[in-house]
């Protein structure tokens, strides 16, 4: 049980875990770079004790693994599972209330303990301009948080119990931003803290808000954790770490007294600032829009402080740990909140957000001779309205029939709903609605559109296992490869305008139906490279389903209207780069050749690729 980041970085060299980088670094693309690179080696976390133009240390990759993600949290996870699950299911406790008094005496020591003494982050005042400001990627507008815990209570209720603790990015520096007096911080109204800054505008108030950097892991973690009605963030740091949240206020703000770092600021109603772009974790850049800015009150760091921080890319990185152990420790509660759910996977190579596969049940019509999606209609309905997964495009839905499924078994799961799916009857639109933030494939910033493809019933086809010849020598397009049975991708031109794009796809389609039909090709995928698009299932999960809107990308061989019906003989996603869409996230060649210093033979690095 780790009182602060300290002990857990003490504990993770003991065990072999944990690096220390004693060069010089330069927190301006280098850091990140290191990162990265031993990120994707499934390297140990790393200590950098010497951060160009800071006196202050920085530690990342501590998640960078599930097994040491597991063993960080190795004394509390089981404690903090079963009361996850007693929130889910809270008849539990009256089935077994000798066993479960364990589970609630750790509820009660979770709870959080206002202290008025023993302060340590408040030892020192510093500026922003003090901190390693690291930026991650050449285009990042300027330094940014990336672990931050941000912190403010409901202007209505104040009070810790009523508080968010949320993970929104920071930029410290760059843009419009007076450095040491202004920072940005980006998040989405329906938030937690949007809520409490919508409040706090109505009643004409600046809403108070701290910024928390390191403190104990189970901090970090908190605060992206999709949590019960009823378990609030900072409970949960303390059922995870093992320790009540120590917590205190000055000049009104509240301070966490675990935290290395501490920012207090103001947001005051209706003013804003530039922030971006940011490399971020869908593998483009997010770009620059207006976003609240905070007023500095003051910044405060504890003696020795350690600044935690991650960088974010085209997945898998380091925040894919994250959601697996969100996964590990709320996994039923998807079922709970959703009845007739059985499983909902974001795929992790797709962004997360654009892509989800999900397994529920069909009970309503057992009486039809013919199977088909009923109940999976509302279900999908019920995801698509839910939380964070409301922010997805495409929704692959069905119900097990006579075997078991598992949607982590990417390959097997997406065949099976091919094999069945009737793409006359089972795609469903949903138009001019949300997206994610981050994600430029829409019509505009978080707007775009979403689609299911539910399939249930008997098996309707054999997939192709080989290119078909109908793809192959098409005038205009060249290089169909299979990407999987049943899915096959194509190289068309480079993509100019939507007048165009359907010109060209009409002429496609015109082609394919001269040569005859494809029944066992459902799923076309139009690229720009399909050598890249077909080397892996990653590249396929990302490439298509980050770059396509459904309502503006989605065609169809043989496609109609009926009764405001869309359907097609075969689905074509046009999934080139457009012009409006985001830049892809490209490393520095010159900072990839400045960082080798650290791998070579003798060097802190040495020996980790």
């Excluded at 029944?519 to 490279?529: F, G």
């Excluded at 074509?572 to 457009?578: G, L, M, Q, T």
């Excluded at 010159?590 to 070579?600: G, K, S, T």
Aim: some cysteine.
């Amino acid at each position: 049980m780790y009182r602060n980041l300290e002990d857990c970085i003490i504990d993770l060299e003991r065990n072999g875990h944990l690096v220390r980088i004693k060069e010089e670094v330069d927190p301006d693309l280098e850091m990140a770079a290191v990162h990265l690179k031993v990120y994707e080696a499934g390297g140990p976390a790393l200590l950098f004790e010497n951060v160009k133009g800071s006196k202050f240390r920085a530690a990342s990759n501590l998640f960078g693994t599930i097994e040491r993600s597991k063993f960080i949290f190795r004394h509390t996870w089981e404690a903090a599972e079963n009361i996850v699950a007693l929130r889910n299911d809270p008849v539990k406790a009256l089935k077994q209330p000798l066993k479960n008094i364990g589970n609630g005496l750790a509820a009660w020591k979770a709870l959080p303990a206002k202290k008025t003494s023993s302060l340590p982050v408040a030892t020192n005042k510093i500026n922003i301009e003090d901190l390693p400001l690291i930026k991650s990627w050449p285009m990042d507008g300027g330094a940014f948080i990336t672990l931050p815990q941000v912190y403010s209570e409901d202007p209505d209720k104040p009070g810790i119990m009523n508080s968010n603790l949320g993970m929104y990015r920071v930029q410290l520096s760059g843009n419009e931003y007076e450095l040491n007096k202004e920072i940005g911080l980006h998040y989405q109204i329906h938030r937690g803290i949007g809520v409490h800054h919508e409040k706090a505008s109505r009643r004409g108030e600046a809403l108070k808000v701290s910024c928390f950097v390191g403190g104990p892991p189970a901090h970090t973690l908190s605060a992206v954790m999709p949590l019960p009605e009823g378990l609030s963030e900072i409970t949960f740091a303390g059922l995870l770490s093992g320790r009540r949240f120590h917590y205190s206020y000055i000049d009104g703000y509240c301070i966490s007294n675990d935290a290395d770092f501490v920012i207090t600021g103001e947001i005051h109603p209706g003013e804003t600032k530039p922030e971006g772009p940011f490399g971020d974790h869908l593998g483009y850049y997010s770009l620059t829009h207006p976003f609240p800015v905070m007023k500095v009150k003051n910044v405060y760091a504890k003696p020795n402080a350690i600044w935690p921080f991650t960088v974010v890319g085209r997945p898998p990185q380091e925040d894919t740990s994250f959601g697996a152990l969100i996964h590990e420790l709320t996994g039923d509660a998807i079922k709970q909140e959703i009845p007739g759910v059985k499983e909902v996977h974001a795929v992790d190579a797709a962004g997360v957000h654009p892509l989800l596969f999900a397994i529920g049940s069909e009970r309503y019509t057992p009486y039809l001779a013919v199977k088909q999606p009923t109940e999976l209609l509302t279900i999908a309905n019920r995801i698509l309205g839910t939380g964070q997964l409301s922010l997805a495009k495409y929704l692959f839905i069905t119900a097990e029939d006579r075997q078991p499924l598992d949607t982590h078994d990417e390959v097997a799961f997406l065949s099976y709903i091919l094999e069945r799916i009737d793409l006359h009857r089972d795609l469903h639109f949903q138009t001019n609605t949300t997206i994610d933030t981050l994600d430029y494939s829409g019509t505009g910033l978080n707007s775009g559109s979403k689609v299911v493809f539910a399939a249930y019933g008997e098996k309707k086809r054999e997939l192709c296992k080989e290119t078909p010849q109908e793809l192959t020598e098409l005038r205009g397009f060249a290089g169909a490869r299979l990407v999987m049975p049943g899915i096959v991708a194509l190289q068309g031109p480079a993509f100019t305008t939507y007048a165009k794009a359907q010109e060209e796809l009409q002429d496609l389609c015109e082609m394919i139906r001269t040569r005859g039909t494809l029944p066992t090709c459902p799923l076309i995928i139009l690229c720009d490279d399909s050598a890249f698009l077909s080397d892996s299932m990653k590249n396929f999960f990302w490439a298509t389903f980050t770059r396509s809107n459904p309502s503006h990308d989605m065609y169809g061989l043989n496609s109609y209207y009926e009764n405001k019906h869309w359907g097609c003989d075969n689905v074509i996603i046009d999934a080139r780069v457009k012009p409006h869409q985001a830049p892809p996230l490209i490393p520095d060649p010159q900072v990839e050749r400045n960082i080798e210093r650290l791998f070579a033979k003798g060097a802190s690095l040495g020996g980790i690729l």
